[in-house]
């Protein structure tokens, strides 16, 4: 791993907010297993999720997974960018299901 410089610290050291929004979707694409086997543990996922918003990406840097900064910048943007959509496509159903479009749909899934 290259030395960082302050601003690339700072960035590694701030809160992670696609971790808030799919812990274990961001776990498994960081491939930290063991904590993702930690999140399904009841109790000790939501200590293990605060952890993680606020030290994920400063794990992930350690664990030497990325050879450079750009790779792993590179990487968190493309992460960034399915949360995003992951948010609007939930988003879109809630509507749709508060709405009644949905209703049909949903009852077919289920019966």
Do not use: C
């Not at 999720?49 to 968190?76: D, M, N, P």
């Not at 988003?91 to 899934?109: A, Q, S």
């Amino acid at each position: 791993m290259a030395e960082l410089n302050s601003e690339q610290k700072q960035y590694i050291e701030h809160w992670s907010p696609e971790v808030a929004l799919g812990t274990i979707i961001w776990t498994i694409g960081h491939k930290q297993w063991l904590y993702t086997l930690l999140l399904l543990v009841p109790g000790v996922n939501f200590f293990l999720w605060l952890f993680l918003i606020f030290k994920g990406r400063k794990k992930v840097w350690e664990s030497g997974r990325y050879l450079t900064f750009e790779a792993f910048k590179t990487f968190e943007a493309f992460k960034d960018r399915e949360d995003k959509l992951r948010i609007v496509v939930i988003t879109i159903v809630i509507i749709l299901i508060l709405l009644g479009i949905l209703e049909v749909v949903v009852d077919f899934w289920i019966v």
